[in-house]
Every structure is written in C-alpha cells, then in structure tokens.
C-alpha cells in the first residue's frame, strides 16, 4: 500500500531562519503531490501541489517545494520563517490513475519562535 | 476554491449514542469526501460520498458504523454510529477541484464520553 513519510514530528525554529520539511512517499507510478497547512483553529489549507513539469513549485505566502523523483521525495522549504507560520504541515499523496485517493503523511508540527 | 460548511462545528455525545456530521458545498462538485483525523494524528480516508449511489469506503471503515448519504452534488452527510470514546476524532469533509486537488471543510470534532 501508498504511504507517506515525513522525516521530523516537530520542528522547532527561531524567526528568519530557514525551513526544510521533509516527505517521501512509497507508491512507484506517477503520482500527484501536495502540501497542506494547518494553522492553530483552522482548518486545513492547500498551500502547493505538483502533478507535472518543473519539479520546483511556488506555493502561496513564500513556500516551494521540490520533487526529485529518483528520491521520491517532495520537500517543502522557506528561505525565512516568520511567527504566523506556526502550524501543521502535512505532505499527501495520490494516484488517480491507478486508483489510489489520497493518503496523507503523519504530519510536521512547526513552531517559530518570535 | 468552493466553500466548505459543516454543521455541527463541534459535539460532546454520549457512549453508544449516534450523530450525523452535515457537509454543505456552495457549487456542486462530483466528488466529496469524508476523513478522520484522530488526536494527534494524520488524516484518515473514511470514504468516498457518491452522489445517487453508496458510498465507496475505505479497508477498515464500514457502512453499518459510518453511514454516508449524497443526495445531490452540494450535500453530504456522515453518521457516526454507536459511538464509543475511540471515535473522538475531527471528522472532514472534503471535495475535489482542479482535477485531483482536495479542499477541506473546517471539519467537526467529536467528544465521545
């Protein structure tokens, strides 16, 4: 079955420094990738996806994310935190063309600290 | 993005009782979709909400326990049925746009005593 890794349960960090969150994924065919966020008290938020092209993503407020297939990996990063990016990430995956709904990893917890 | 209601935000039910999580779309959408997410954990797949037809679920979750009615393309309902205190969950709605992409509901958490 598809599963979803993220490398680090909670990721501590100082304002301005940078951000790598790690996910890899099992599944070996053409998948589609996802980030979500989920601030404290709401609810969850697409903030990238990549289905083709180029593996570098641009997401909203100043997140990318890159896919290196030989890896199966699908990072998300932030050259600068700030305090309001305190929440949840979790990376999820699918593969509609085989049949598999999304499954969603374990999820990052992500505190920065002011 | 659509617009994702459920009613009710928030429950505190009683051990064995049921309640119905309502999932209210603002355009209709072929797919909907119901998740868990349990204290602490990730998101869970329940099942999938087919409009005129039963609900397609997932390897562990089953139609006696969870319920799913889809009478149109911008409403759902998830029963949760005899519950127990392991059900104390978020539960999500979920829809698909964009061709595969998903968009949450701000989802329902249970309290099951």
């Known amino acids: 079955a598809q599963s979803v890794s993220q490398h680090n349960h909670h990721v501590i960090l100082s304002e301005a420094a940078s951000l790598e969150l790690g996910c890899n994924y099992s599944?070996?065919?053409?998948?589609?990738l996802f980030w979500y966020v989920q601030y404290p008290g709401q609810h969850l938020q697409l903030l990238l996806k990549?289905?083709?092209?180029?593996?570098l993503v641009k997401g909203i407020k100043g997140f990318e994310a890159e896919f290196i297939k030989s890896k199966f990996s699908f990072n998300l990063r932030k050259p600068s935190v700030q305090w309001s990016d305190t929440a949840e990430y979790f990376c999820?995956?699918?593969?509609?063309?085989?049949?598999?709904?999304?499954?969603f990893g374990p999820g990052t917890r992500l505190s920065v600290l002011p | 993005s659509a617009v994702i209601s459920q009613k009710p935000s928030r429950d505190i039910c009683q051990r064995g009782t049921s309640l119905t999580i309502q999932c209210q779309v603002d355009s209709q959408v072929t797919m909907m979709f119901w998740y868990r997410q349990q204290p602490g954990q990730s998101l869970t797949l329940i099942a999938t909400a087919n409009q005129g037809s039963e609900a397609t679920y997932e390897s562990g979750f089953v139609i006696d326990k969870f319920p799913i009615s889809r009478p149109n393309l911008t409403f759902s309902t998830l029963t949760v049925s005899n519950m127990s205190p392991e059900d104390s969950s978020i539960y999500l709605c979920?829809?698909?746009?964009?061709?595969?992409?998903?968009?949450f509901g701000p989802g329902t958490r249970l309290t099951v005593l």
């Open positions: 599944y070996g065919g053409t998948v589609n």
């Open positions: 990549y289905f083709s092209g180029d593996p």
């Open positions: 979920s829809v698909e746009e964009d061709t595969d992409t998903q968009y």
């Open positions: 999820a995956v699918n593969a509609p063309n085989y049949g598999q709904n999304f499954v």
